[in-house]
């Protein structure tokens, strides 16, 4: 680089220039000439090759030498030396190490020093060197050792050589001496051959010492050599001192032949004497037997002594032993009758103990026990030992031990606690003893045995079978009586209801379960005690239990009733002062009823003794006679209601509540936020000052003035009326001067200056005006009228596009596009007529449009089809826009208004998404009618059918029954009743029809829909009689081609032919080829949705291709649904239909701005970039779905981060847009259907709210202006054909809840809906179609990110660096083997194990996270211990619920895997002590069993090394709130092992909640019993006793039915439970309860 070049011409250094910059100077050189040359980049690359291959090579060469560390272990393990010395292992162990580490220094001694490679030589001399010296060392060590053990021995075998010499110098000079010699010579002959086999052993040792030049002295050697004859000379002293003995031996000997003689005769006496003087002889007494027995055992024991000196004495002297039978004889019969006496003397013991026992104090069941014991020992005896039943003595302990035995059972009955003072006296007489002062306290069971009445045992049993029923009756009726008497409506039976708690309006009671369960009981016991014969003495008293017991039913029963109708009537009575002065005879009846209620109420709070306060005198009169006024009230205003409805019919379309809440204010204002419900689109009024209405607000802010103005005066109805006929009448003159005005004025402007409605039905009437003028002028000879007509029309659709493409306000915007919709449909139908050459209005071509007329004589508009005419009825529109009228629509839109021709219903049926309901409100929309959904479903009955029917009847409007076949086939039946009423009506022209047995006006303008889904779950076939009534159309397949290319024309798309066709063909391909999963759907609704996104992104990037824009639009609301396989699929299709187009994603930078935020203040910005990117798209693709979706579902197994998306979502709205967004959770299978959506009780028509209801209705109210929030319900829980389905007119465009009692909620533009599920596979297509779909699946998320929060969240470097290490170590390898059995290239099956897991491992690695947060402590634990302890946490994760076959691969390959020292018995069977950092077996934590006296044997708990190991556990996950699982086989001791250790924490700081779950159990069930052991700390927070933790404990988990749909409705309780902390009330006000310092513990079956 510092070679500069020359001047030019000479050999001067260029100096440096100045650059372009003041300080920069510039070097002119070679450099840049060189660098620059191929051969000398070539050289210098070759260059470094050569060096990186060589030191590669060096390298390897290096690693070679390691072996001689890591196989031979050279450097370490010589601890190992000292066990080998204290196992003694053989000579040739010695021989094969000594001779492996020589031959590895001699080995060495032949290589090569200095090795080559390259340019680069290695000298290894040192290393060799080193190497031999620790070989030879090794050799020394083995040596050593050998040379110990070899010397040990030889002085051994040199000291036993010396002592037998000395034994045999020894001279018998008597017969103790001379045994002593004989036994000497015996030994050492014996022990020959042994002997010899140690000096050979001895000399081998010496023998490889020598071999291999290991140290040892020659004396040793010398020694050894010179022990075989040390032992051979040995031997022959031994022969020789033997033969010189001869004589002395047979002197000996004649003695003892006398000693024996005698001895046998000795022998036979004592026999004599013990068969005729013995224990056993039958003349002698059990008791005199016992005596007999230990002197003869005296005997036996001093003739044993002197039999085994005999036989001793004639073995040395060669003599044949003496039998003795007869003392043989009598040790047997002795150990025999041994037996026998034992058992008596132990009997007697006892029954003497038990005879001077107090009666009143003797444990009668030990007694009992002790007799069956000796009973059943007595019979045993015979069946072990044969000859004891052929002796006398044991029938003598047969009879004495039975006799025993059957006096008990008496004793037993006798004992009893129900036999009193009055009850023995009974049985003195009957055993005629005498009474006398007779003191129980003081009697002994002697005494009883002394009164032998086993004599009498019937009159004994009839005595005590007495007693003990009488004892048992006054015992429950004892029960009885404390209960009734302590029960009490406080605290938990009554609330305040409404104002001060300390100072309410009234006191109500809330529903006691626990008083009926307990009432119910009760009234069985009493009714089985009466019956009995008994029962005598007690009968007044159970009489007259059972009488106030049945009060207390009756009265809670009707105090409940009134209780309720009050509460009804009190709310709008005491709240509403203009209902009290429309309602003034009412009014004053309820005060009086109200007055009488609240005196009841508050005698009771002051005296609230359930017994007290039910069984008064006259109290169930009282109360029946206040309910039924109650009744009349009711019954008064539900009429005053009707007349109401009557006199208003749209009031038809809203609930009693709502009405009542616009009926009970004066203010005019208070019907604006039902407006929406009693107008089609008409959002608010517009007043003036003063109550004056002068015009209309529609939903999307379209704003017209009324041509007169009305007062909000008087009676609400009638000033609704007024507006509602002002409404006709000023949209009837707007639409004629729009009519009138058409043909004068440019199209454009005209369009622009009369609202959306009015413009579109101008355009009709004079389209079909056109139409029919080119008929006339082909009929007059131009036969080109038509094609002009076409051209004309052509040329309007284009000037609307072309306006569309302009920067117009948005609702000049709605207005065009929905007219582009109706103008192509027109151009359209005169095209084919063009094509068809359709010359005539007469043909049926034209007779079958849809022709709109403006009427001279009725001065109104006309409405032609076919034969039918019918009213355009001016209900205003606003701009709800219009659908693409296809050719299905066309059938569909015919065969509906013929039916209405002959007054009939229409029935499109057909699959989800095809347009049925939509269909029939777009005909509503072309005929300005109100068209009412009610999405159906079993909760409605014929009554709520009637009260729907009678509205319609009283408006004229239209009704449109969705999922018609849901409702159950009875309803059906009457329903079909109802509808042909009507329909005769209607034939029959008359003004009214009678309806649930009150008349109801019928307007002519009626119409009834019904849309059904044929085959779906949960549909029922309708009846004939009902068929009939309707004429169907089938709606199968919807025409999407045109569809799209009509709607992207209404955007301004110019090329709408060519991307509809693209589109259409990438939907039919998706479906085709993509994978078939449940959340799938490419039918019309999602096309749309694409559609409307398509259209935002068109108007928002007006300079973007139109193409790329599509395929923005396609990507972006396909690409979340799709599992990860698919992605690649969809990606090349749509590169197929867009080639060459690559469109990034944008947009939205300010949420995704947020969204990062929020991952990284929470710690979730993992090290992996491609795997955060895609949850930072995840969540954006949730919010954009939720852009054209108001409902949304994110599917995906658990641990693909469903929740997190949702959360992010919902902080990023805040951050991005000041949106504060709130989350409602609810899980819907955690309840039954009827608690979810409320129930209407068919027989009082009273309406009980459900949770979900409540909740849709508080989310869906306005927000302050000023404030915007964000409110969304989620669904967490899974989706089945049942409870969803009653969702379905929420999720689709109608955007509405309809309950059963009529009241119909809509979903406001703040709120919407999400799904968290796992996945659809119960779900109808119906559902899927409707909602919007994310799919996150595990597989993209893994457990890195979560395992990399986990680590990122320790305190110090070193412990991340070393978690970081050990999870590319362990965990991605484990989580291969474990659940998908690879292992490299092998792939084999996943490991057994008792419960279904992530496959991806996410949950087993949080498991493994919580374990090692339990053990290791970042300020104490030494982190080279860190390890030890992560493979012992990953035993218990992915090990956890391995089988035993499992957990032994699991263990042999963790292991392999580690290659570091680990114990080597099983990772299950040892635990990791933290204190002395090494691995134990769990065998030597088990605790001593001392089991304290007096334990019931099913208690006892014997600790194992099971019980030991998941007791550790569980306090391990305890401490950190974690719940707990365990599964288990039956008779594994699960429950058992959880319940010893729950019991182990202190009673102060625990407290335990056993919970069985069973098939019957529900998830009521399981939530009472959790309630019924939490109290109230404070507002709505609840928990067990301050300073303790409720730990539950739920066995059998598994055991809860499971429902048609997969679902165990406790279990979905209890998930939601442990996952938000809270619950909602069942019942009351479904208010929350936040339960804290609970903790779960569970065992199962797998």
């Known amino acids: 680089n510092a070679f500069v070049r020359w001047m030019d011409g000479t050999c001067k250094p260029v100096p440096p220039q100045q650059g372009q910059e003041e300080d920069q100077q510039q070097l002119f050189t070679f450099y840049r000439d060189v660098k620059d040359n191929p051969a000398l980049i070539e050289m210098t690359i070759n260059i470094q090759n050569s060096i990186q291959k060589i030191f590669s090579i060096i ?36 021989d094969v190490h000594i001779c492996v580490y020589k031959g590895l220094a001699d080995n060495l001694a032949e290589y090569q020093p200095e090795k080559d490679i390259g340019f680069v030589r290695i000298d290894s001399t040192a290393i060799l060197s080193a190497i031999r010296a620790q070989a030879m060392d090794w050799v020394a060590g083995y040596g050593d050792i050998l040379r110990q053990l070899a010397y040990k021995d030889l002085t051994k075998i040199k000291s036993e050589i010396e002592d037998f010499r000395e034994q045999l110098r020894e001279t018998p000079d008597d017969l103790t001496k001379l045994k002593d010699i004989l036994s000497v010579i015996s030994q050492i002959l014996a022990v020959s051959m042994d002997m010899e086999l140690r000096m050979q052993d001895v000399r081998e040792r010496y023998r490889t010492l020598t071999l291999y030049n290991c140290a040892y002295e020659q004396q040793e050697l010398d020694d050894a050599n010179d022990l075989p004859e040390q032992w051979r000379a040995l031997k022959d002293d031994a022969l020789t001192k033997d033969r010189r003995m001869v004589r002395v031996k047979e002197r000996f000997g004649k003695e003892t032949q006398d000693q024996v003689a005698e001895f046998s005769e000795k022998c036979k006496e004592l026999f004599k004497q013990f068969k005729h003087e013995g224990p056993g002889s039958p003349e002698i007494e059990l008791d005199e037997g016992v005596e007999l027995m230990k002197k003869f055992d005296i005997y036996v024991k001093q003739y044993q002594r002197e039999r085994e000196d005999l036989v001793k004495a004639q073995t040395l002297f060669n003599l044949a032993v003496q039998p003795y039978p007869e003392l043989l004889q009598l040790e047997k019969d002795l150990r025999l009758l041994s037996q026998v006496y034992k058992v008596y003397t132990e009997h007697s013991a006892m029954v003497n103990e038990y005879s001077n026992a107090l009666w009143t104090k003797f444990d009668i069941g030990a007694l009992t026990k002790s ?63 005498e009474v006398g002062d007779f003191d129980l306290k003081k009697m002994t069971l002697n005494s009883v045995f002394s009164m032998q009445l086993h004599r009498f045992p019937d009159e004994v049993n009839e005595i005590v079978v007495t007693a003990v029923n009488e004892q048992k009756i006054e015992g429950e009726l004892a029960k009885v009586d404390s209960g009734w008497r302590q029960m009490s409506f406080l605290p938990n039976g009554m609330k305040a209801y409404k104002g001060d708690p300390q100072n309410p309006r009234a006191w109500v009671l809330l529903p006691n379960e626990e008083m009926k369960q307990m009432l119910e009981d009760h009234v069985l016991t009493l009714q089985s005690m009466s019956s009995s014969k008994y029962a005598v003495k007690l009968l007044d008293t159970i009489k007259r239990w059972e009488r106030n017991l049945s009060t207390v039913s009756e009265v809670t029963d009707a105090w409940m009733v009134m209780q309720r109708k009050w509460m009804y009537l009190e709310s709008i009575f005491l709240d509403s002062d203009d209902i009290r002065l429309q309602l003034p005879e009412e009014a004053k009846k309820f005060d009086r009823a109200d007055k009488a209620f609240k005196k009841i109420m508050q005698n009771t709070k002051d005296n609230p003794t359930v017994l007290a306060a039910c069984c008064q005198e006259g109290r169930l009169e009282e109360f029946k006679s206040l309910t039924a006024e109650f009744d009349r009230i009711q019954k008064s205003l539900t009429d005053y209601l009707d007349t109401k409805r009557s006199a208003f019919p749209r009031f038809y379309l809203i609930s009693d509540d709502e009405l009542l809440s616009i009926l009970g204010t004066s203010d005019c204002r208070a019907v604006q936020p039902h407006m929406l419900k009693l107008f089609d689109n008409c959002k608010e009024l517009e007043f003036s000052r003063g109550n004056t209405v002068v015009g209309m607000f529609s939903d999307e802010g379209e704003h017209f003035n009324f041509h007169t103005v009305q007062k909000a005066e008087g009676a609400v109805e009638d000033w609704m009326r007024a507006i509602d006929e002002q409404m006709q009448d000023t949209l009837q003159r707007i639409s004629k001067t729009a009519v009138y005005y058409y043909a004068t004025k440019e199209r454009m402007p005209w369009l622009q200056e009369y609202i959306g409605m009015a413009a579109i039905l101008g355009t009709q009437i004079w389209w079909t005006w056109g139409v029919e003028d080119a008929f006339r002028k082909v009929a007059d000879g131009n036969k080109n009228a038509m094609k002009d007509e076409l051209k004309k029309e052509n040329g309007q659709v284009n000037d609307l596009v072309d306006l569309v493409r302009q920067p117009i306000n948005k609702l000049q915007r709605k207005k065009v596009n929905t007219l582009i919709i109706l103008d192509v449909h027109a151009r359209d139908i005169v095209d084919r007529f063009v094509r068809d050459s359709i010359l005539s209005r007469e043909e049926f071509a034209w007779e079958s449009q849809l022709r709109f007329y403006w009427d001279r004589k009725k001065d109104d508009v006309v409405i032609r089809q076919c034969t039918g005419e019918l009213q355009y009825c001016y209900e205003y529109q606003g701009l709800n826009g219009r659908l693409v009228i296809t050719p299905l629509t066309d059938r569909c839109v015919m065969t509906l208004t013929t039916a209405l021709t002959f007054k009939m219903g229409g029935a499109p049926a057909g699959p989800a998404g095809t347009g049925k309901t939509e269909t029939t409100k777009d005909l509503a929309k072309a005929l300005a009618i109100s068209c009412i959904v009610t999405n159906c479903g079993d909760g409605l009955d014929y009554r709520a059918m009637g009260v729907i029917f009678s509205g319609l009847s009283e408006t004229g409007f239209w009704g449109c029954f969705d999922e018609f076949n849901r409702i159950n086939v009875e309803v059906l039946s009457v329903v079909a009743a109802q509808i042909k009423t009507i329909q005769n009506g209607l034939e029959g022209k008359k003004k009214t029809v009678e309806m649930l047995g009150r008349d109801v006006a019928l307007k002519v303008t009626i119409g009834y829909f019904i849309t059904m889904n044929p085959g779906y779950a949960g549909r029922s076939e309708l009846p004939d009689n009902l068929k009939a009534l309707f004429r169907p159309v089938t709606m199968i397949v919807p025409d999407l081609l045109m569809i799209c290319e009509n709607m992207l024309m209404s955007e301004g798309f110019n090329s709408a032919k060519v991307l509809a066709k693209k589109m259409t063909v990438l939907y039919a391909l998706s479906q085709g080829q993509l994978s078939k999963q449940y959340h799938y759907d490419f039918k019309l609704r999602a096309l749309k949705s694409v559609l409307v996104m398509a259209g935002d992104l068109k108007r928002g990037a007006a300079d973007l291709p139109e193409d790329v824009v599509l395929m923005r639009a396609l990507r972006d609301m396909n690409m979340p649904k799709f599992v990860k396989q698919d992605v690649p699929l969809f990606q090349g299709l749509l590169g197929d239909l867009f080639p060459g187009l690559d469109c990034p994603r944008v947009g939205h930078a300010a949420l995704k701005q947020a969204i990062e935020e929020h991952f990284e203040e929470t710690q979730c910005k993992s090290k992996y970039e491609d795997i955060y990117n895609l949850q930072v798209d995840k969540v954006m693709q949730l919010y954009e779905t939720m852009l054209t979706r108001h409902s949304t579902m994110i599917v995906g197994p658990t641990g693909g981060g469903k929740s997190v998306c949702l959360d992010c979502l919902a902080s990023a709205q805040k951050k991005a847009f000041n949106l504060p967004t709130f989350l409602l959770p609810l899980n819907p299978k955690a309840i039954p259907t009827d608690e979810l959506y409320g129930v209407l009780d068919p027989a009082t028509r009273d309406w009980t709210d459900g949770l979900l209801s409540k909740i849709f209705r508080e989310m869906n109210q306005p ?138 491992g996410t949950d087993s690695v949080v498991q493994f996270s919580r374990l090692f947060d339990s053990m290791f402590d970042e300020g104490n634990t030494p982190i080279d211990l860190v390890e030890n302890i992560y493979v012992f946490c990953l035993t218990w994760s992915l090990g956890s619920v391995l089988d035993e076959r499992g957990r032994q691969e699991f263990d042999d390959f963790i292991k392999k895997l580690a290659s570091k020292v680990l114990p080597k018995q099983s990772l299950f069977d040892s635990s990791f002590d933290l204190e002395v950092g090494r691995w134990n077996p769990w065998e030597d934590q088990i605790e001593e069993f001392n089991p304290p006296p007096g334990l019931e044997f099913n208690k006892i ?54 919970i069985n779950f069973s098939s019957r159990t529900s998830s009521l069930d399981f939530q009472r019993t959790v309630e019924d052991n939490i109290t109230k700390r404070t507002g709505r927070i609840f928990g067990p006793e301050q300073g303790k933790k409720l730990r539950i404990f739920i066995d059998d988990l598994s055991m809860p039915k499971i429902d048609t749909y997969g679902t165990q409705q406790p279990l979905a309780l209890l998930k939601f439970l442990m996952e938000r902390s809270f619950i909602y009330e069942r019942g009351g006000d479904l208010e929350k309860i936040m339960i804290q310092d609970c903790q779960y513990i569970s065992g199962m079956q797998p």
């Open 1263 to 1400: 927000h302050p202006p000023d404030k915007p929030v964000r409110r969304y319900i989620l669904y967490d829980g899974d989706v089945d054909a049942i409870w969803i389905e009653n969702m379905n007119s929420v999720m689709d465009d109608n955007k509405l809840l309809t309950l059963t009692n009529g009241e119909r909620i809509r979903l406001e533009k703040h709120c919407a809906m999400l799904f968290e599920v796992f996945d659809l596979q119960y779900a109808s297509p119906a559902t899927v179609s409707r909602c919007g779909m994310l799919y996150v699946d595990d597989k993209n998320l893994g457990p890195g990110p979560y395992y990399d929060r986990w680590a990122r969240m320790k305190q110090t470097d070193k412990l991340r660096e070393a978690l970081d290490d050990l999870y590319d170590k362990y965990i991605p390898t484990l989580i291969l083997y474990v659940f998908e059995g690879r292992h490299g290239d092998t792939i084999g099956k996943p490991l057994p194990n008792y419960l279904p897991r992530s496959t991806m």
């Open 371 to 433: 007799a069956e014991d000796f009973d059943k020992q007595v019979r045993k005896m015979p069946k072990e030992t044969k000859e004891l039943g052929e002796l006398p003595t044991f029938h003598k302990l047969e009879e004495v031990v039975s006799s025993f035995k059957t006096a008990v059972p008496l004793i037993q009955q006798l004992k009893s606690d129900a036999i009193g003072k009055t009850h023995w006296e009974e049985l003195m007489k009957i055993a005629s003893v």
């Open 59 to 94: 390298d390897k060469y290096l690693r070679r030498w390691k072996r001689y560390d890591d196989r031979w272990k050279l450097w370490s393990g010589k601890q190992e030396l000292e066990k080998v010395k204290d196992k003694r292992p053989p000579f040739v162990y010695f």
């Open 1501 to 1554: 708990f014997v600790p194992t090394i099971d019980t030991t190991r998941y007791s550790w556990l569980v306090r391990r996950f305890l401490a950190l709130n974690q719940p707990v699982l365990f599964s288990g086989e039956s008779g594994t001791a699960k429950s058992v092992t959880l319940q010893n250790t729950l019991e182990s924490y202190p009673p102060e700081q625990s407290a335990i909640l056993n």
